[in-house]
């Protein structure tokens, strides 16, 4: 893996295809995870191998190829969903004055491509919940349920402590079954 | 009204809906957009990197800020400057009328003499 790094800080293209090809359903199904929105999910999948080719010569080889780009990936994502609240904040402030730019209407629901069709209802209802979630905790749910990673990996990829990232699943499925709980008391 | 047995039986149901996911994929040809992307992406040459580092708000912002300031100093020392060459001048002319500097000649002395 080292060689691939080796590599892509010599300017090999090849290399960079390849890294590409091995790790993009990684980034891919992580954003998709945070950001719930294809093109989303694509648009910053991009930005991530962008910023990989930009700044692999600062990449000492300290961690794990996966849990740096898991690190790009999640900040990139953040850094997007910061910025469509900030936008959606703009388009309400211009809608009260008539402007109405913004497409103000929520999304219709997420369906990962990956869930199975026994599944896909509840499963929408689980993402519609854990769009919910402050921050920190959707990041450590996505990457614990979607991606598989143990506490510890959760921890290297959000530069947290085990205990702090166990801390955060433990308030994240709270939320979710309060979030879940309340939809099916009140769906009648 | 639900029971909230049951309640409790689709909230876990919903919490384990996404156990054994399949890793979603991006769309064929990624690597194609991914490189296309890039190159718009890439500055041309030192030119356009260096009107797009002059473009950028925080550089422009801060570069009008810096004129203003300077603007302001030079105005400020200037003001300054002057008023202390009026106190000068008037306390030149005083000793030059005091002592009858701006005489030259032997013929004008005659002249303002009694």
Redesign the interface.
Known sequence: MTDIIAQLKQGNEAAF?DL??RW???V??TA?GILQNAAD??DV??EV??QV?ESVASFKGESQISTWLYRITVTKCLDHLRKKTRKKRWGKVYSLFGQQNELLIDPPDFH?????LA?KE??A??FKAIGRLPESQKVAFVLQ???GLSSRQIGEAMDASVSAVEGLLHRA?QN??EQ??DY??N?? | MKQRRDIQQETEQAMRSLDGVQRAEPAPYFYTRLMARMQRARPADAWERLIALITRPSVAITAVVLILAANSFMFVSQMRHSSELVEITALQQAFADEYQLGITTFYEYDKTEP
Do not use: S
């Open positions: 295809k590409v090809a993009q359903g990684m891919y199904n998709l999910a694509e999948a991009q191998f962008m080719f990962h491509p990956g869930v199975q599944d509840r499963a209802l689980l349920k979607l991606e499925k979710l079954r879940l709980e099916y008391r769906e009648d």
